[in-house]
């Protein structure tokens, strides 16, 4: 089984982008010895505070924001980085060659309840000619990513990890390396199974609606097929089965609050999620258009997410473009 920083040189990797994948994994994996202590380590539950989301934060939120920052800071390759749990970015090395956004831990509400949560990253370069620290460094399509990634903390802890050149997977053994268990990952174009929390069902578009009543009723053209369902709560649980055997998950634009065209954020779940899954030959868009081409105006802006099977996803965009 091969090492992740030996398999990265092998494949020619930047010797700096491979540095710094080796701090975050550092950070990931005391983030996983966190979470396996748990209730022991007093650290479920929630903190007093409210986040820039609107959303209480958990206690482990908090550290793995902090255990992030804390690795990521302290290098010089790192100029710096935007988290779900930072109202700005916070800045390290002003020589530093990388911008890193996170989402220290999604699916916190899953931690109390045990079930798997993940951190989710993406690594930008930080433009060379541009002296000044501000939040506009991070405005970068998701095109513009040279990495992205996330290690799903489950029965198992997962890397998965795309640097432009296919995804490939990384479980954490027990020596504490990160070995690679699955190469050039490619997401099945069709599928049965969807993700979708039915709940918001009242407050979508008609064309979701359309889309997921069809599916559901088998109605849409001679659909034979059987759909299963998922919904796990923990985007990063979602994507890893949709990586791993096929699918569609769609958290798409609900009228709850119509000044936000979705749930879940660009800079640190949408477009980290949308390279992997397009560098696995799937989908990742808005429901309108590609998630990578989305010209970000904010570092926490919102967006509809619709990601997996090629085929299903591109029905999914035809109820789009077809329902007035
Ligand atoms: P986070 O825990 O980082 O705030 O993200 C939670 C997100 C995402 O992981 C998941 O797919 C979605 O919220 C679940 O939303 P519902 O609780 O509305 O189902
Ligand atoms: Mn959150
Ligand atoms: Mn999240
Ligand atoms: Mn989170």
């Known amino acids: 089984m091969q090492l992740l920083s030996a398999y990265l040189k092998h494949h020619d990797t930047d010797t700096e982008l491979v540095e710094l994948i080796e701090i975050l994994m550092v950070a990931c994996k005391e983030i996983a010895l966190q979470l396996?202590?748990?209730?022991?380590?007093?650290?479920?539950?929630?903190t007093e505070d409210t986040n820039i989301q609107g959303e209480t934060q958990?206690?482990?939120?908090?550290?793995?924001?902090?255990?992030?920052?804390?690795?990521?800071?302290?290098?010089?390759?790192?100029?710096?980085?935007?988290?779900?749990?930072?109202d700005n970015p916070v800045f390290g090395d002003p020589e530093g060659r990388f911008l890193v956004t996170f989402d220290p831990l999604d699916g916190s509400s899953n931690i109390d309840i045990n079930v798997s949560v993940g951190t989710i990253f993406s690594i930008l370069e930080a433009p060379a000619d541009v002296a000044e620290n501000s939040v506009d460094l991070f405005l970068q399509p998701?095109?513009?990513?040279?990495?992205?990634?996330?290690?799903?903390?489950?029965?198992?802890?997962?890397?998965?990890?795309?640097?432009?050149?296919?995804?490939?997977?990384?479980?954490?053994?027990?020596?504490?390396d990160f070995l690679l268990t699955r190469e050039n990952v490619q997401i099945p174009h069709s599928t049965k199974e969807f993700a979708i929390n039915m709940s918001n069902h009242r407050h979508w578009e008609p064309a979701m609606r359309n889309?997921?009543?069809?599916?559901?009723?088998?109605?849409?053209?001679?659909?034979?097929?059987?759909?299963?369902?998922?919904?796990?709560?923990?985007?990063?649980?979602?994507?890893?089965?949709?990586?791993?055997?096929?699918?569609?998950?769609?958290?798409?634009?609900?009228?709850?609050?119509?000044?936000?065209?979705?749930?879940?954020?660009?800079?640190?779940?949408?477009?980290?999620?949308?390279?992997?899954?397009?560098?696995?030959?799937?989908?990742?868009?808005?429901?309108?258009?590609?998630?990578?081409d989305v010209d970000p105006q904010d570092i926490h802006q919102r967006v509809a997410v619709a990601l997996g099977s090629k085929e299903e996803v591109e029905t999914l965009m035809r109820y789009h473009q077809e329902t007035p």
């Open 142 to 176: 998701g095109r513009r990513q040279v990495a992205a990634g996330y290690v799903l903390y489950g029965p198992s802890a997962v890397l998965a990890l795309t640097t432009g050149t296919g995804v490939n997977m990384f479980t954490l053994a027990h020596t504490g």
């Open 211 to 292: 889309y997921v009543g069809d599916l559901l009723s088998g109605s849409e053209g001679p659909r034979e097929k059987n759909y299963n369902m998922r919904w796990i709560a923990s985007m990063v649980a979602e994507v890893h089965r949709v990586l791993t055997r096929g699918g569609i998950f769609t958290y798409p634009w609900d009228s709850r609050d119509p000044r936000k065209p979705g749930k879940l954020r660009l800079m640190y779940e949408g477009n980290p999620m949308s390279l992997l899954v397009e560098q696995a030959g799937g989908l990742s868009t808005t429901c309108y258009t590609d998630i990578l």
């Open 36 to 46: 396996r202590e748990g209730a022991l380590a007093g650290i479920h539950g929630t």
């Open 58 to 86: 958990k206690k482990l939120d908090v550290i793995s924001n902090d255990i992030l920052k804390e690795v990521l800071l302290g290098n010089r390759l790192v100029r710096g980085v935007a988290s779900e749990e930072e």
